[in-house]
T-cell receptor
Framework: NAGVTQTPKFQVLKTGQSMTLQCAQDMNHEYMSWYRQDPGMGLRLIHY???????DQGEVPNGYNVSRSTTEDFPLRLLSAAPSQTSVYFCASSLTGTGEGELFFGEGSRLTVL | AQSVAQPEDQVNVAEGNPLTVKCTYS??????LFWYVQYPNRGLQFLLK??????LVKGSYGFEAEFNKSQTSFHLKKPSALVSDSALYFC????????????FGSGTRLSIRP
């Protein structure tokens, strides 16, 4: 049982390049989400999904796209990377999209945009 | 809109002394409240949650938290700190009717000195 798996763990991009951060979970969780972690800012919600085919915006969605074609996968796309997107990104999932379920986190993906 | 405040960036405690990490929240309706811990270069791990019922919630590693509705607080506590408790702690809130967003505070670094 792998839990939440994120790839890649490290990535360096040039301004304007595109890339996709992958997230997969094997716990049959309905809810998946992406956060970014910056010093002094805590975790900020980028996008989330309450089930396959359903996505919604979080606190800081600009510059990021997501899709949820399967229950297991929730990729995060950066279409044109900017230095302000340098951060550590975490994918997290929970059993349901409502209420009391706690989040299970991946190990994070460290992105540097030059 | 939901929000979480962790007023202390850092808390320093001597080993064996009690510790408190503060958290206040703002949400419409009844809250679901969570504490997570992050060790260096790792993802976040769930510690405990308040859903309903007893205001004192017990969690992993001897931690507990007290829900205070009138003060909109959910402070994390431990009667006797260990050096191994040194880590970054995050409080999070999800509203009962908030369309599934889980919002995190900015984090508090807990440092336990021997």
């Amino acid at each position: 049982n792998a839990g939440v798996t994120q790839t890649p763990k490290f990535q360096v991009l040039k301004t304007g390049q595109s890339m996709t951060l992958q997230c997969a979970q094997d716990m049959n969780h309905e809810y998946m989400s992406w956060y970014r972690q910056d010093p002094g800012m805590g975790l900020r919600l980028i996008h989330y999904s309450v089930g396959a085919g359903i996505t919604d915006q979080g606190e800081v969605p600009n510059g990021y796209n997501v899709s949820r074609s399967t229950t297991e996968d929730f990729p995060l796309r950066l279409l044109s990377a900017a230095p302000s997107q340098t951060s550590v990104y975490f994918c997290a999932s929970s059993l349901t999209g409502t209420g009391e379920g706690e989040l299970f986190f991946g190990e994070g993906s460290r992105l540097t945009v030059l | 809109a939901q929000s979480v405040a962790q007023p202390e960036d850092q808390v320093n405690v001597a080993e064996g002394n009690p510790l408190t990490v503060k958290c206040t929240y703002s949400v419409s309706g009844n809250p679901y409240l969570f504490w997570y811990v992050q060790y260096p270069n790792r993802g976040l791990q769930f510690l405990l949650k308040y859903i309903t019922g007893d205001n004192l919630v017990k969690g992993s590693y001897g931690f507990e938290a007290e829900f205070n509705k009138s003060q909109t607080s959910f402070h994390l506590k431990k009667p006797s700190a260990l050096v191994s408790d040194s880590a970054l702690y995050f409080c999070a809130v999800r509203g009962y009717s908030s369309a599934s967003k889980i919002i995190f505070g900015s984090g508090t670094r807990l440092s336990i000195r021997p």
